[in-house]
Nanobody, 115 residues
Framework: QVQLVESGGGLVQPGGSLRLSCAAS????????MSWYRQAPGKQRELVAT???????NYADSVKGRFTISRDNAKNTVYLQMNSLKFEDTAVYYC?????????WGKGTLVTVSS
């Protein structure tokens, strides 16, 4: 099981930026897809972005053009750069990796967009 630790959340005004980090306990070099999910209050968890081992990225329509996922294999870390933040981006953001039929999850980091 991979241990994942998210950081970088906080309070930001609309239009602001944050960069989230997800540090893995093992090498991420061969992990096929590393993802960020989020869960807003009263809503289901949703996929935000994924990056493959080859660097191919995919984004939810709601964050395209504003968020960027990246990975640093040397640091075993995945990042989520979030720009032009909106009220509706408020959520707990989770890092996740596949493990067979299951997924490993971090404990999440809270992002609050408020004026």
């Amino acid at each position: 099981q991979v241990q994942l630790v998210e950081s970088g959340g906080g309070l930001v005004q609309p239009g602001g930026s944050l960069r989230l980090s997800c540090a893995a306990s093992t090498s991420i070099f061969s992990i096929k897809g590393m993802s960020w999910y989020r869960q807003a209050p009263g809503k289901q968890r949703e996929l935000v972005a994924t990056i493959t081992s080859g660097g191919i990225t995919n984004y939810a329509d709601s964050v395209k053009g504003r968020f960027t996922i990246s990975r640093d294999n040397a640091k075993n870390t995945v990042y989520l750069q979030m720009n032009s933040l909106k009220f509706e981006d408020t959520a707990v953001y989770y890092c996740s990796v596949p493990r067979g039929l299951f997924r490993d999850w971090g404990k999440g980091t809270l992002v609050t967009v408020s004026s």
